[in-house]
């Protein structure tokens, strides 16, 4: 990996930190309305998968993937517009969060219903294959998610067609209260995709070393026409579910356990034991998202509320008119 | 060209396959079997199993794939095998395809068709008779046809095909080949949102849909001595031709709507409160709804018939209301 490979990965960490430790701010101090889902601590799971994706490649992030959004080339100053309910975020105001996509970089919107996207996604990569473009089509999800009938099926269609689509699991071992031993009976959930007749991978989903492997390679598998791979991403949000949750059914003494396996200060030892000035790369990089993230909060503040008649808009592409 | 109403259908399918290289068909047994009700025959044949795609049982997977192929481009037609079976697909219908536009704030479109065969009359009982359109109508973003005339179910299922919004299209399963016309051998669409009038007439409108609109015809010609009925035939229920409603009801004074989804929730109740809201002054009696009985499709002879408002309880409602 080249130095400027290694600096600007970290500089999508940091940037995904600092926008994330920006909104949960914004939100306790009221400014922002709707839920707010931080992914800290997962950055190097949408950082290791999404970096060296080609912009044409689709990606289908879930809630918590904020962080994917940026790195796939969405413009931080509308995203946080989308945060904010603005007219210029993706959605126009009319939803909130991730729920609007950014096409003109291949983001997908996704609903609240986890797992939904998958059969989405894998429609869009049958397209892919049956016009023999080299795409991939990225499908992420919770193991909480990995219950619902929407990844079974999804999995099931993508194994018999072979589809160029990897299912992306984000394992951070809750589904809002629910820890993994009341979701499924297995210790890693990608032991199913032998029930779907493609590869199962697990990675270590804090260690950005780890997913870029696991994830360059099931991205590989995919686009030369292998088939998809459920791969596995062990991780931990240190948040709750959404902001309002206090997390209370977890020790402290877990949450610190992650903490300290945190995957940006992980990626910052690495610097170091690289000989880089990391304290220096520290505070350049730091000065850089800080501004990004406070342009893209006065953007976000500038930008319209959106009038009530507009609720009406966008319903249809052929708009409907009654006589 | 003679045709049956399901063989419009597979004509439909075959021309806008032809015509345009984006669309294709997805759904159960619909290739190597061409359709348990030969609706998608001889696709596979001609267009190939990349557009022609025998999907496992998987109706969340059938309606979540067709969105991921129409936001690349294609115009996928997706089948249910009946239309009962569209309740597995439902989240993917009623939340990520109708929302799909909206909550991207325009920047894209959803071209899906969710097409597949409806109704009783036939003996399928519990899970082979329902008319789910009610729940579709209750959905901004999706828009609903049933055609009743294979002239109609040809032309707005290359309406829907065309169309940039995801549409639910119901198709008969009664009326698959028990009716027979003459339609044109050139292309043709049925715009959606437009209501035919199938019968002019002053002393009643009756406005109905699907199945129905053959026992109200037939009712009309019966009795044409004694009430003049002015018979609409919506063939979308969504979005209303509400123009073609609203001129009927004030020429008529008397409205009696009928369908074979039931009375409780169905889109009857709409359509009467809307001319209850709209027309009070117009009105010479209580707008009227026949509809089936609010119970299951129940199987045995006797009791289905009892359910669907079938010829003499056409002929009764208009009497009624006619009298009133």
Known sequence: ?323 | MLVTYIQSINQAMHEEMERDETVMLLGEDVGILGGAFKASEGLLERFGSERVVDTPISETLIVGAGVGLAIQGMRPILEMQFVDFISCGFDQIVNMAATLRYRHGGQTSCPIVIRGPCGAGVHGGLYHSQNPEAWFTHVPGLKVVVPATAYDAKGLLKAAIRDDDPVIYLEHKFLYRRIKEEIPADDYIVPIGKAALRKEGRDVSVITYGSPVHAVMKAARDMASEIDIEVIDLRTLHPLDWKTIRESVKKTGKALIIHEARLTGGIGGEIAARIAEELFEVLDGPVMRLASKDTHNAFAGPMEEYIIPNQEKVTEAIRKIAAY
């Open chain 1, 1 to 323: 990996m080249t130095e400027q490979k290694e600096r600007e990965l970290y500089f999508w960490l940091r940037l995904i930190r600092e926008f994330e430790d920006r909104i949960s701010t914004l939100d306790k101090q009221g400014k922002i309305q709707g839920g707010v889902y931080s992914g800290k601590g997962q950055e190097a799971v949408v950082v290791g998968v999404c970096h060296e994706l080609r912009p044409d490649d689709w990606i289908f992030p879930l809630h918590r993937d904020l962080g994917a959004f940026l790195v796939k080339g969405a413009d931080p100053n509308r995203l946080m517009a989308q945060i904010f309910g603005r007219r210029d975020g993706f959605s126009k105001g009319k939803d909130s969060f991730l729920h609007g996509g950014d096409f003109s970089n291949c983001i997908f919107g996704a609903t609240s219903m986890l797992g939904s996207t998958l059969p989405v996604a894998a429609g869009t990569a049958y397209k892919f294959k049956i016009r023999r473009e080299d795409r991939v089509a990225i499908a992420f999800f919770g193991e909480g998610a990995s219950s619902r009938g929407d990844v079974h099926e999804a999995m099931n269609f993508a194994g018999i067609y072979k589809l160029p689509v990897v299912f992306l699991c984000e394992n951070n071992f809750y589904a809002y209260s629910t820890p993994n031993e009341l979701q499924f009976a297995v210790e890693d959930v990608s032991d199913r995709a032998v029930g779907y007749g493609f590869k199962g991978d697990v990675c270590s989903g804090n260690d950005l070393h780890s997913v870029m492997k696991a994830a360059r390679k099931a991205i590989e598998r995919a686009r030369a026409g292998e088939g998809p791979t459920f791969l596995e991403c062990k991780t931990y949000r240190y948040h709750g579910h959404s902001e309002h949750d206090r997390a209370t059914y977890r020790s402290q003494e877990e949450l610190i356990t992650w903490e300290s396996r945190d995957p940006v200060e992980r990626w910052e030892v690495y610097l170091q034991k690289r000989k880089y000035d990391i304290a220096a790369i520290r505070e350049e990089v730091g000065g850089k998202v800080k501004k990004i993230v406070d342009d893209a909060v006065a953007f976000a503040e500038a930008s319209p509320v959106p009038e009530g008649p507009e609720a009406m808009e966008d319903l249809y592409a052929t708009p409907i008119t009654e006589g």
